[in-house]
C-alpha cells in the first residue's frame, strides 16, 4: 500500500502519517525533514538544496527524485506513506512514476481539510525546541512549561509564523496542491478528511475510508 497524506500547514498531516506507518509497516517518507537534514550534511547536493529552501522554493525534480528512489531503494516495508509531497501536479506525475517503475502504484491520496482560522490558530500556538526540534503546540499538545522542552531544550516560535505570513503560505500552498487533489479525484484515489477533529478521530475516520479496520 502506497499512500500519500497532504493538508496545509497545521493540519496535523505529519502526526498522522507517523500512526500509519507504525500501525501499518510504512516507509514515512518525509521529504521537507529529509531535505533539512541533507542541507546540513556533508551531501554533495547541500549547497543546492540549503539555498533553495532559504528562498522558500521547490527543490528540483531532480534532486527529489534521486532522495525518493534512494529512500525506496532500501524500503523493506510493506509500502511508503508519502508525507508533505507532492506539493504540486509536476511532483505528484514524478511519484507516480517512480512507483510505475516498481510495479506499484500510488494508492490513495489522504487530503486533510482545515479552514485558514485553524491554520492560524495552530501555527501562532506552535512551539519548537531548539534542541531536539520536538514541535508542540500551547492548545492541543502542550510542553512541560511554555517555556521547555521535555528534554530542557528552550522553545522557540518560529519567526514565520505571524498571521500574515501563515496566510501568505497557505494561498501559495492551495494553487500548488489543488491541481493535485483535483487530478487524484479524478483517478479516484482522493480520501478528503475534516481535519479539525481530534488527532484520534482523524485516525479513526482515515483508516475507516481506506477500508483499514
Ligand atoms: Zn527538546
Redesign the pocket.
Known sequence: MNLAILGPQGSGKGTQAQRLADNYQLLRLETGKILREMAESDNPDAEEIKKTMLDGKLVSDNTLQKIIEERIESNSGSGIIFDGTPRNLIQYELIKNILKKRGENLDKVIYLEIPEETTIERLSTRRT?E??N?IYNLHTNPPPTPEK???G?NLRQRSDDTPEAIAKRLNEYRQATVPVLISAKAEGKLVEINGTKSINEVYDEITKMLNLN
Open positions: 525546541c534542541r531536539c520536538r522542552c521535555e528534554c531544550g
